[in-house]
């Protein structure tokens, strides 16, 4: 009798660091796009998923306000893969990262926000979450 030890599938994903992001004012003529303040880092491991795939999404809870869109929003992650350069979005979850098998040990991406700037948006501070879902079968 031969005995196979059994091993749970395990997802982890670290909390974004820093938390939260903040895009300073600018004249829109001579900066058309904002980078955020900070960069965001993210750390996700995928441990004895054997052959199949997982995914990192990221989704906005809404817009920032009626006249920003959320989806003015883009972001560029290092490395790629198996992270993947997206645009943010109130109503599809968006690839943020994929692959397939095991990430670990873990690995750690660096996003860049950034905000096209426009004359057209309201005045004021806003905000929105958003929230980055690991998941594998």
Do not use: C
Not at 105 to 119: D, H, S
């Amino acid at each position: 009798m031969e005995i196979q030890p059994t091993f749970a599938q395990t997802i982890t994903l670290g909390i974004p660091n820093p938390s939260s992001i903040t895009f300073n004012d600018a004249d829109p003529d001579l900066t058309p796009s904002l980078a955020a303040n900070s960069t965001v880092t993210l750390s996700i491991r995928v441990r004895n998923n054997g052959g199949n795939n997982w995914r990192l999404t990221h989704l906005a809870a809404g817009d920032l306000s009626s006249s920003i869109p959320i989806s003015n929003i883009s972001w560029t992650v290092t490395p790629q893969p198996p992270f993947v350069n997206g645009l943010m979005s109130k109503s599809v979850a968006q690839i943020a990262a994929q692959g397939v098998g095991n990430v670990n040990p873990a690995q750690t991406g660096t996003f860049t926000f950034r905000i096209v700037n426009l004359w057209s948006y309201n005045t004021g501070n806003f905000s929105v979450v958003t929230t980055f879902t690991l998941s594998a079968p």
